[in-house]
């Protein structure tokens, strides 16, 4: 059955052998396997009760990346709220050899109100092929008036953090948000290297990036593909992942974020207007 309804999660099949699991709470993406293999990390300490955002897989985050700064997000949490929300199924967009895909959503509720006063309404439609998975985020302004966002797909990879690399970011102006001084934090760097390492603790925006990212270990590698993203993040914690009390020990050895998104200002939605931001995932086989 290439798509199969739990009380708590969607899970999709491919009649090749593909899989992948999608939690209802913050829809997020918690297992992507290929030839057999998983290619997202999942901390073994992960919450997946709906108590708190999940620790891997593909969170989502709208309508703040970060700590929220803009004047309509103040009362937001880091991150915003799609990640901790409850989505719900809508319907199976295609069933066929091609693949299988399939879209839910999320609208205002109370709770959302009372952080996020401005209506909308997203899908987040899910499609699993033979040898890719993609994520489409879909964002509708159902308010008279424009309003503000941020976005971004917080993929945690499979992969050795000691050996991996990603590229193509050379030339790229980005953000140390590992610097020391807000200052500093706030000063645009040019990145030097080709290929860009997390051998140390590294969190790092990049601005105007070019949407497809290869990323790369001994033995293995993934492509990562985007429309309507032109920042990415590149991010791990190394060994201050020991203060995070849902990452298992030593977990931060076993994966990188590379983090499409728009988080380097804003996208302005106007009224009835949908914007959607995609990604592909290719698993190098």
Not at 30 to 45: T, W
Not at 120 to 137: I, P, R
Not at 141 to 167: C, G, K, M
Request: glycine share 8%.
């Amino acid at each position: 059955m290439p798509v199969e309804q739990t009380n708590d999660k969607v899970i999709l099949t491919h009649p090749k052998g593909a899989s992948a699991e999608i939690l209802l709470y913050g829809a997020t993406v918690i297992s992507y396997k290929i030839a057999g293999d998983e290619r997202l990390f999942v901390s073994s300490k992960a919450a997946l009760d709906g108590s708190k955002a999940v620790r891997g897989g593909i969170p989502v985050v709208f309508p703040c990346f970060g700590p929220p700064s803009h004047p309509d997000h103040m009362h937001l949490p880091q991150h915003g709220f799609a990640r901790t929300s409850t989505w719900k199924f809508d319907s199976i967009v295609m069933d066929n050899n091609a693949g299988v895909s399939v879209k839910l959503y999320l609208v205002p509720t109370p709770e959302i109100e009372k952080v996020f006063d401005k209506p909308f309404a997203l899908a987040y439609v899910v499609t699993l092929a033979e040898h890719q998975l993609s994520t489409d985020l879909h964002v509708t302004n159902t308010s008279t008036q424009a309003w503000e966002f941020q976005a971004l797909f917080h993929n945690y990879i499979r992969a050795p953090a000691d050996e991996v690399t990603v590229s193509p970011l050379s030339a790229l102006s980005y953000y140390d948000k590992t610097e020391s001084s807000d200052e500093a934090k706030k000063t645009p760097k040019v990145e030097q290297r080709y290929e860009v390492d997390v051998k140390k603790t590294t969190d790092s925006v990049y601005e105007a990036a070019p949407g497809k990212y290869k990323i790369l270990w001994p033995g293995g590698g993934l492509d990562v593909r985007t429309t309507n993203f032109k920042d990415v993040v590149v991010w791990n914690p190394q060994e201050s992942g020991k203060s995070m009390s849902d990452m298992e020990e030593g977990g931060w050895k076993n994966y990188v974020c590379v983090e499409p998104g728009h988080v380097r200002g804003y996208v302005r939605l106007d009224a009835g207007n949908t914007w959607v931001g995609q990604q592909v995932l290719e698993p190098k086989l």
